[in-house]
């Protein structure tokens, strides 16, 4: 494989070759402040699995015994503080539900563990919980509508939206 300094430097397409439809967001690496911190948020708070850690530093976190799905350190970051406003970085996280009914046990949790939420969207093609983990990274979670329900015009477009998410519907969602 080619060195990256050899790569030449082109303009990007704009109508590019697709990438394979397979390919998905494997894991994310967040930096945190305190790593007991973001570990009772995620673990204790969401319910991820702590598959390992490595000392003091870090630590992977999955959902279902996959080998990670978030990994957490301090390599950089330990006692730091979140980027300020108006600099570049990563927005948000997104964590996929398999359900409606995952979606609204982890508002529950939310709920339950006094997490305040940032926004909840209705999408048309998904509903949406946004907030912030106690190190001030973005986090969505939310699930996805079937694809047979997403909004589309006339001409077969999607159409997602941007409409309030219905809350207490969603935490209904959790009663027997």
């Known amino acids: 494989m080619a060195d990256a ?3 030449p430097n082109r303009e990007p397409s704009l109508t590019p070759r ?3 439809p397979a390919t998905r967001i494997g894991h994310v690496h967040l930096k945190v402040a305190d790593l007991e911190r973001a570990l009772s948020f995620y673990c204790g708070v969401l319910g991820f699995e702590l598959m390992q850690r490595y000392g003091a530093q870090a630590a992977f976190i ?5 080998h990670h799905h978030i990994g957490l350190n301090t390599w950089e970051s330990k006692g730091g503080s979140p980027p300020p406003p108006g600099t570049t970085g990563l927005y948000h996280v997104a964590i996929l539900y ?3 009914l995952a979606l609204a046990d ?4 939310l709920i ?3 997490v305040e ?3 909840a969207s209705d999408h048309g093609v998904s509903e949406a919980l946004y907030l912030r983990d106690p190190d001030g990274n973005g986090l969505e ?9 997403w909004p589309r015009t006339a001409g077969g477009a999607l159409s997602m939206v941007t409409e309030r998410l219905d809350l207490r519907g969603l935490l209904a969602e959790t009663r027997d």
């Open 5 to 7: 300094a050899t790569l």
């Open 18 to 20: 697709p990438v394979d």
């Open 62 to 66: 999955s959902a279902g015994g996959y």
């Open 98 to 100: 398999p359900t409606r």
């Open 106 to 109: 982890a508002l529950r949790r």
């Open 112 to 114: 339950e563990a006094g």
């Open 117 to 119: 939420l940032d926004g």
């Open 141 to 149: 979670l939310y699930r996805d509508r079937p694809r047979e329900e």
